[in-house]
Structures are given as structure tokens and as C-alpha cells.
């Protein structure tokens, strides 16, 4: 295959936050990068791209990915979910989003991104952490700004608030 062949752009579709998207992408492109260049979202952000800061983590398929180490190919007939699709609603907050805003745990909110999308999987699948777990979950993820305890007192309460919600759920069920 010539150079030439090899870098010619292949059609990419995928679910993103429940919606149907395509684009174009060279065999090498990122997805991270996909998804900003091409779809236009940019709330997943790109900080080291080599899988060290954690600024780019999404969800694909229901498991944690590292936008930046992971080729857009790779995410053709996937399911994604990115930080636009976190909030319920354009005009409301989620749960963890709500925490972070009332206990100041982001100040650039370079990190933000990746963070709120690593603690939305975690507390789908833990639903009663402790410190120490939100605490490990965080060393995936480098903030430069907080110092990190605003993040974690926020994480606590949207775990306690999240479950909170699911025990009315199953009662009125
Ligand atoms: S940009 Fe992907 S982990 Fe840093
Ligand atoms: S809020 Fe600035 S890097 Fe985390």
C-alpha cells in the first residue's frame, strides 16, 4: 500500500451522548482529536495525549477510554458518552456537576472533563464509595488547580445524593 493510500480518509460513525455522528478520519487520527476536529465536541479535552493526565477520558462501549490512546477508527459503531452528555437537561445541571459547582472543585476546568466522566462510571458501579476509593480513582486524573479536596468532598456528596435517589426510585418502583 502506498503512503499516499494509506493516509486516505476513512468515513467514522459512531452514537455520541445518543446521537448518530460521522466524520472523516485519517487511519492515524485520534479520537480525541476526532471528536473535537470533527464533530465539534469539545468538551473532551486534551491535555498530555499520551494517557497520563486524564483530561480526555470518555466512555465508549460502557468502559472508561482514554480518548488520546485510542484511533478514531477504533470507535466506528460505538457507543460514546463525552461531558455534553452528562447534565439531564441544556438547562440543568447533573448530580455530580451540581456538587462540583457548589464545593469549587474545579477552577480552569481543563481537568473537569475527564474527571466528572471517570466519577459518573465509578459511582454507576459503586455506589457507596469511601475517601479511600474516590481517592484511588483520582490518581488517573491530574489537577493542577484544586489540590484535589474540593473534588473529593464533591464526590462524596453526589455519591451520598446519588444514592439517596436511587433508594426513592426502588421504593416508588
Ligand atoms: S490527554 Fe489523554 S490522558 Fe492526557
Ligand atoms: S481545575 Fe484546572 S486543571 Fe483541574
Known amino acids: 500500500m502506498s503512503r499516499w493510500q494509506s493516509m486516505r480518509r476513512h468515513l467514522v460513525g459512531f452514537t ?3 446521537r448518530q455522528v460521522q466524520g472523516e478520519a485519517e487511519p492515524r487520527m485520534l479520537l480525541s482529536d476526532f471528536l473535537r476536529q470533527q464533530i465539534g465536541a469539545t468538551g473532551t479535552h486534551v491535555g498530555c495525549e499520551h494517557g497520563v493526565c486524564g483530561a480526555c477520558t470518555i466512555i465508549v462501549d460502557g468502559m472508561l477510554t482514554r480518548a488520546c490512546l485510542t484511533l478514531a477508527m ?4 460505538c457507543d460514546l458518552r463525552t461531558v455534553e452528555g452528562i447534565a439531564p437537561s ?3 445541571l447533573g448530580v455530580l ?5 457548589r464545593h469549587h472543585a474545579l477552577q480552569c476546568g481543563f481537568c473537569t472533563a475527564g474527571i466528572l466522566m471517570s466519577l459518573d462510571h465509578f459511582l454507576q458501579h459503586n455506589p457507596s464509595p469511601d475517601e479511600s476509593k474516590i481517592r484511588g480513582l483520582l490518581s488517573g486524573h491530574l489537577c493542577r488547580c484544586t489540590g484535589y479536596s474540593p473534588i473529593i468532598r464533591a464526590a462524596l456528596e453526589a455519591a451520598a445524593e446519588l444514592a439517596e435517589i436511587q433508594m426513592h426510585e426502588k421504593a416508588d418502583a
Open 90 to 92: 441544556a438547562d440543568r
Open 74 to 77: 477504533q470507535a466506528d459503531g
Open 16 to 18: 455520541l451522548n445518543g
Open 97 to 101: 456537576q451540581t456538587a462540583f459547582r
